[in-house]
Structures are given as C-alpha cells and as structure tokens.
C-alpha cells in the first residue's frame, strides 16, 4: 500500500487561509469515508483534529475544516495563527482492517 | 483522563528481539481497539497493527512490512498491549507509539503516547 500524497510543505500568513491536500486512491481516500488528519509538534505526539473526513473531535478548533472530493481529501485552516505551525499528516482506511498516511506537509506561518 | 505510556524501547542488533509494552489508564481497555503506529527518524508516520477490541475477540492485523514479526497482544488484567517485535531489521528503527482508537467504530486514532525508541544497528 502506498503512502497518500501530500505537498512536503505549504506556508501562509497569519489571518490568512490554507489548505492541505492529501491525495489517495479508490482504494483508499475514494473507497471510504474514513480520512483523519492529525497535527504533531516536533518532537511530540500526534494530535487528531478530524476524523471520518470532516468531524472534529471536541476540543479541536473550529478553524480546522475537512472535506473530500474523488480520491482527494483536504484539510482547511482558517485564520491562520502561530501556534498552527506544526507538521499535518493525512490518514485513510484501506479495508482489509489497515490504513495508510500521507508523507506529512510542513505548515509554516510567515 | 485516557493516558498511554510506551516502555520497552532500546537499542537492538538486527536480527534480534525486542517488547514493547503500553500501559493505559483512563477508560475500560477491553472495550476499545489498539494501535501501534511508528515514525522513523525524520521520517512520516506509519501504521504498525492492530488489536481489535473483546467484542471482535481480540483479533490483530498488520502492515505488511511487519507481518510474520511483529505480534500484537494484549493482557487486560494489565491494562497493557504489547507489540513483541522479532527479526528486527535496520530499517525498523522508529519511536513507536501506542494509539487508541478515537472511538469504538475505530477508524480514527485518537489517543497517542509520547512513544519509545526502537534503535536496530550493529
């Protein structure tokens, strides 16, 4: 299973809007309704911030936002802020009870 | 508070053996699915195995680069999964974290740990 595609790094200035793209398959991001992504500080952990394409888990801002069209999922971070720099990493169900993630995109805030 | 901390980590031959455990405190372990997920340094992350929760009788899958070496179990008196992890190679030097499923339809990964380090050199 190969890795979803995501841009190695997207940057913006704060206020400002972008947005993270994750491209899969039909196997994948096009199968299911199962796309998460997650944020990770270096050195930490990572943060889920939405799950099942677009929901967000309670605690996570309303600034982030998910969709899907076809084989693509994208994560939209609105007003952008500081402490949003962080790396971004998509995930999606495969079927066959596994999953895959994308490569990681490194958010920078000018 | 759902807490998960991974032990076990160190620095191993290729070719040899080593177990990681992850205690877990905070919700009911037997109900919930569990993840192993690694990162190598610098690297992205990548999905390890699961075990599924006692209604799904416990049953694990695994990625397919560890498949037939890495095994998934779980002691629940214990509250702890365990990954023991044989014929390491190179190439499986990473932190490896200890997820839980964000919820019992788990599709998602929702709790982590802050991880061990697995080092495979001569």
């Known amino acids: 299973q190969s890795a979803l595609t995501q841009p190695a790094s997207v940057s913006g200035s704060p206020g400002q809007s972008i947005t993270i793209s994750c491209t899969g398959t039909s196997s994948d991001v096009g199968g299911y309704k199962y796309v998460s992504w997650y944020q990770q500080y270096p050195g930490k952990a990572p943060k889920l911030m939405i799950y099942d394409v677009s929901k967000r888990p309670s605690g996570v801002s309303n600034r982030f936002s998910g969709s899907k069209s076809g084989n693509t999922a994208s994560l939209t971070i609105s007003g952008l802020q500081a402490e949003d720099e962080a790396d971004y990493y998509c995930s999606s169900y495969t079927g066959s009870s596994t999953w895959v993630f994308g490569g990681g995109t490194k958010l920078t805030v000018l | 508070e759902v807490q998960l901390v991974e032990s076990g980590g160190g620095l191993v031959q290729p070719g040899g053996s080593l177990r990681l455990s992850c205690a877990v405190s905070?919700?009911?372990?037997?109900?919930?699915?569990m993840d192993w997920v690694r990162q190598a340094p610098g690297k992205g992350l990548e999905w390890v195995g699961r075990?599924?929760?006692?209604?799904?009788?416990?049953?694990?899958e695994y990625a397919a680069s560890v498949k037939g070496r890495f095994t998934i179990s779980r002691d629940d008196s214990k509250n702890s999964l365990y990954l023991q992890m044989n014929s390491l190679k190179t190439e499986d030097t990473a932190v490896y974290f200890c997820v839980r499923a964000y919820d019992n339809s788990g599709y998602s990964l929702g709790y982590w740990g802050q991880g061990t380090l697995v080092t495979v050199s001569s």
């Open positions: 075990s599924r929760n006692k209604g799904n009788s416990f049953t694990t």
């Open positions: 905070g919700f009911t372990f037997s109900d919930h699915y």
